[in-house]
């Protein structure tokens, strides 16, 4: 068991793993080390970075223990609107560009998503508030739709838009582990809005705040200096770390 | 002897010893700070996994809700648990090692005979702090104090901290069954948080008792004076 799971990660998941540690340093959690909450959150990021080293899935529960309230909170009903024009047509007209560096950049229609493989996940979620609810979650895993783009190997974070102007970078790491998936679905239904139909993030390893609602573009970079003021995303500059493991 | 002799001093921390304790005592006043700034975002307590405004709760803090001080509140919290934590394992490193623990924080065998214990309690109760000789080593209900916390207490704060890391219990899920879940944690963390605020104020209670200004000298420079040995009084 040992030794196959060993073998796994020199070989299948080795360049998951070898991009994860390499990015390690370029990470926002340990590229800007000015503060002494800078140091400390590095050192949470580095540290949970080795623990998950072997890459574990996160518990999944039973469909019976799902939450019967999740709350809703940021953004619930984005005043966008071509937001709007899209979800009074079932989203029928949206689509979701993957762009950066990829082979082969394109834009997939919620169609287009959900004839990929799927994936189902009943997972705890975490909120910074404190409150954590039960939800069903389903979609397309994030290293699925990379890998039909064809992730170029310079390519080291995915940065992800939101409709509402959240915006949020994940090293490699986080981005190809299996159960961080584009969700369409939840509880059985369609996403709601106030969820952020019709498409969101699940990183089931992190708090709440990195599983962003209403997708709207996806891009592969390289380095995330550029973007914002550098934090890596759009909570790290409203002084929420951008690794949010705890 | 005369009452003229001056008081007798003697070294009664290392240095270690005192640095330890100033650095666990920062850390731990910067995480209740903190940990209150966190909680006033939900002053709901749960048992379970889940648990949220909507859904009933095990115990409703008379508390202000003010979700806008986690930010500040989480930072400052991780830095000073980290503090803590490196501080503490240190400490427990070299009380093990050292014999620290051995020699000064466990009870000796005397202290542990019915007698001395029932004697023990009734100077508590009559806050008579412990002269002469007994002064040099910590009283038994005192190492027992000690021992609670430093073995117990905070192990299980950092223990039930750490079960409301979604990365941690990804690598450690044993924590959700050790605890009884996210929100359960969550509850243990502040009731063991109330544990430890109440033995602060005890511990404060008994540095006034003993003597505020000779023991937190020593704690600070290491040198305590001895009280005098006085006679027993006639009802002893």
């Avoid at chain 1, 064809?150 to 159960?179: E, N, T």
């Avoid at chain 2, 209150?36 to 939900?42: N, P």
């Avoid at chain 2, 000796?108 to 309690?121: F, K, T, V, W």
Wanted: some cysteine; glycine content about 10%.
């Amino acid at each position: 068991m040992r030794d196959l799971s060993r073998r796994r990660l020199l070989t299948g998941s080795g360049a998951v793993l070898g991009a994860g540690l390499l990015g390690g340093c370029d990470a926002p959690a340990l590229s800007h080390l000015a503060s002494p909450y800078d140091w400390s959150n590095g050192l949470t990021f580095a540290v949970q970075r080795w623990l998950l080293a072997r890459q574990p899935l996160v518990r999944e529960f039973d469909r019976s223990r799902i939450s019967a309230v999740f709350p809703t909170i940021n953004t619930t009903d984005p005043d966008d609107p071509a937001y709007k024009r899209s979800r009074d047509v079932a989203f029928a007209d949206w689509t979701l560009p993957v762009t950066g560096l990829v082979e082969r950049p394109g834009a997939f229609s919620l169609a287009d998503l959900k004839a990929m493989p799927a994936r189902t996940q009943v997972t705890l979620h975490s909120c910074e508030q404190g409150w954590s609810a039960i939800g069903e979650w389903t979609g397309v895993p994030l290293a699925h739709l990379l890998a039909h783009v064809g992730l170029k190997p310079q390519a080291r974070f995915i940065v992800i838009r939101s409709v509402d102007g959240w915006w949020d970078s994940y090293d490699l790491f986080d981005a190809l582990h299996p159960q961080t998936i584009l969700a369409y679905g939840m509880n059985g239904g369609s996403l709601p809005v106030k969820h952020g139909a019709p498409v969101r993030l699940r990183v089931e390893r992190q708090l709440g705040y990195k599983s962003l609602k209403y997708i709207a573009a996806i891009e592969a970079v390289e380095r995330v200096d550029g973007y914002g003021k550098g934090r890596g995303s759009m909570v790290a500059e409203l002084g929420f770390p951008w690794y949010a493991g705890i | 002897m005369t009452e003229r002799t001056p008081r007798r001093t003697v070294f009664r921390h290392r240095a270690w010893v005192r640095l330890t304790h100033w650095l666990n005592a920062a850390a731990f006043g910067a995480l209740v700070v903190s940990g209150i700034a966190i909680l006033l975002a939900l002053p709901r307590l749960f048992w379970g996994e889940t648990g949220a405004n909507d859904a009933p709760a095990a115990l409703v803090l008379p508390l202000p809700v003010n979700l806008e001080q986690t930010g500040w509140g989480r930072n400052l919290h991780f830095l000073a648990a980290w503090i803590l934590v490196l501080n503490g394992g240190l400490y427990l490193l070299l009380s093990l090692l050292g014999g620290h623990l051995r020699r000064d924080l466990l009870p000796d065998r005397d202290q542990l005979a019915p007698g001395h214990l029932a004697r023990e309690i009734a100077d508590h109760a009559r806050l008579r702090p412990p002269k002469g000789r007994e002064a040099l080593r910590y009283n038994a209900l005192q190492k027992f104090a000690y021992l609670a916390v430093i073995l117990g207490l905070f192990p299980l704060m950092v223990l039930t901290g750490l079960t409301m890391s979604p990365g941690v219990t990804a690598a450690f899920p044993e924590l959700f069954t050790l605890f009884g879940g996210r929100q359960s944690a969550r509850t243990l963390h502040f009731v063991f948080a109330c544990l430890l605020v109440l033995f602060l104020l005890v511990h404060v209670a008994q540095v006034f008792v003993g003597g505020a200004v000779n023991l937190t000298r020593a704690m600070i420079t290491g040198r305590l004076a001895v009280p005098p040995d006085t006679p027993e009084p006639p009802d002893a």
